[in-house]
């Protein structure tokens, strides 16, 4: 990740970030390792979509086998 820009790593977590967010009232820019700590602390959308994916069939396989039961 250090390797990354900050746009790069967002885009290859198919995020956008925003250039400025408020605190107390003032608005300012997200530092560099800002941004990078919250790219890092999140989960790609693919990954996520793939997992619920997963966990599915698992949940509908489990639920077959209880039915034969």
Known sequence: MNMLAPSEAAAAHELTLPEW?????KHRRLTKSEVIRLIGNSVPKRMATLLAQANRVTALDRAAVIAAE
């Open 21 to 25: 967010i408020e605190i107390d009232g």
